[in-house]
């Protein structure tokens, strides 16, 4: 590395530092935010990583011709930051194959009842039994996916496929959605 390189990046190192230390309340907070009070201290620091990666691509992204202050760009950035790793947990946790340690302890189907359920959960599942019978498991998927607020491409990720095809999928069940509404009205409340 060229000793102009070295003096730039201990220049932005330097930078960095210095933003961290003074918006350290800023990453506190959005952490606690996002994290919770029940995280363990490994889970805690992952979540204040991902924060910094958020401050430092505000330090390398922001322009003041922009006119939006420094601090609230800054915020911005940590706070989608800590969305997407949001995001990418809970994909993990549903992408996450069961262990046999984990499968040992579940309880045999025959042994247990069903827990009750609410009249919400119960109508819930009516309805997604319902939807079974007009569109495919694909289908009813991305529209779940989508439903609970994924993007396009994170469903694409989970169901591990391509963005378009999420999209089509979705367009095809609002068609087939729309056709059964039209010759069936009453198809969802029997």
């Known amino acids: 590395m060229s000793d102009t390189r070295k003096t730039d990046q201990n220049e932005r190192d330097e930078a960095f530092a210095a933003l961290e230390k003074q918006y350290k309340p800023l990453i506190d907070r959005q ?15 992952d979540w204040r990583q991902e924060a910094r990666i958020g401050l430092f691509k505000a330090m390398e992204h922001y322009r ?7 601090a609230a ?13 949001q995001r990418q947990l809970r994909w993990a946790q ?8 984990a499968a040992a302890t579940l309880p045999d189907e ?13 109508e819930e599942a009516v309805l997604w039994e319902k939807l079974g019978q007009v569109l495919t498991t694909f289908e009813s998927d991305c529209l779940r996916c989508h439903l ?43």
Do not use: W
């Open 31 to 45: 952490v606690s935010l996002f994290a919770g009070a029940e995280v363990d201290a490994d889970s805690l620091q």
């Open 64 to 70: 003041a011709e922009s006119g939006v202050p420094f």
């Open 73 to 85: 760009y800054a915020k911005m950035c940590v706070q989608h930051r800590l969305i997407s790793y």
């Open 94 to 101: 549903l992408l996450c194959p069961l262990t046999e340690e």
């Open 110 to 122: 025959e042994q247990t009842r069903p827990e009750p359920r609410t009249v919400l959960q119960a």
């Open 148 to 190: 609970e607020g994924y993007s396009y491409e994170e469903t694409a990720v989970g169901l591990q496929t391509e963005a378009k095809a999420v999209d089509n999928a979705l367009q095809r069940a609002r068609r087939k959605l729309r056709k059964v509404l039209q010759t069936q009205p009453d198809f969802f409340r029997s």
